[in-house]
């Protein structure tokens, strides 16, 4: 077997198939951002708000909501992580940030509720993800 067919298994990747750094593909864009930001911020205008809500105790979801954070720190995007103690509390933090007009952005850090079924037939997560308001959507 020849070193690139080793490689492609040894990495799980499909016959030919190529990693893509994604720093590289972002870069432009961030660029972009941090640049539209510091002209909003030279006419007294306050950088974009994104707020995380967090209710669960998943690791994984945890560094995400860190990483969110670091990156808008890093792009001058002010980023709020708002920690719910309760899941059951999640539907009235939601609705909070969609009413905030300081907020442009919300991201829910998932799983809250899994598969569990709500009024709708779907499960509780998929509703609190269509109650985040279309003018604060960000995934």
């Given at each position: 077997?020849?070193?690139?067919?080793t490689?492609?298994?040894?990495?799980?990747?499909?016959?030919?198939?190529?990693?893509?750094?994604?720093?590289?593909?972002?870069?432009?864009?961030?660029?972009?951002?941090?640049?539209?930001?510091?002209?909003l911020?030279?006419?007294?205008?306050?950088?974009?708000?994104?707020v995380?809500?967090?209710?669960?105790?998943?690791?994984?979801?945890?560094?995400?909501?860190?990483?969110?954070?670091?990156?808008?720190?890093?792009?001058?995007?002010?980023?709020?992580?708002?920690?719910?103690?309760d899941?059951i509390?999640?539907?009235?933090?939601l609705?909070?940030?969609?009413?905030?007009?300081?907020v442009?952005?919300?991201?829910?850090?998932?799983?809250?509720?899994?598969?569990?079924?709500?009024?709708s037939?779907?499960?509780?997560?998929?509703?609190?993800?269509?109650?985040?308001?279309?003018?604060?959507?960000?995934?």
């Amino acid at each position: 077997m020849s070193s690139e067919k080793t490689a492609d298994a040894a990495n799980n990747w499909a016959p030919g198939a190529q990693k893509i750094d994604a720093t590289s593909i972002a870069k432009p864009f961030r660029e972009e951002i941090r640049t539209q930001i510091q002209k909003l911020k030279e006419v007294g205008i306050e950088a974009p708000l994104l707020v995380g809500l967090l209710a669960n105790s998943d690791p994984a979801a945890k560094k995400y909501a860190e990483w969110t954070g670091r990156a808008c720190k890093a792009d001058g995007i002010r980023y709020e992580l708002r920690e719910i103690d309760d899941a059951i509390d999640v539907e009235n933090a939601l609705r909070d940030a969609n009413d905030d007009p300081r907020v442009h952005g919300i991201i829910v850090y998932y799983p809250i509720f899994g598969q569990v079924e709500s009024f709708s037939g779907e499960s509780q997560d998929d509703y609190l993800r269509d109650t985040v308001s279309h003018k604060c959507d960000v995934e």
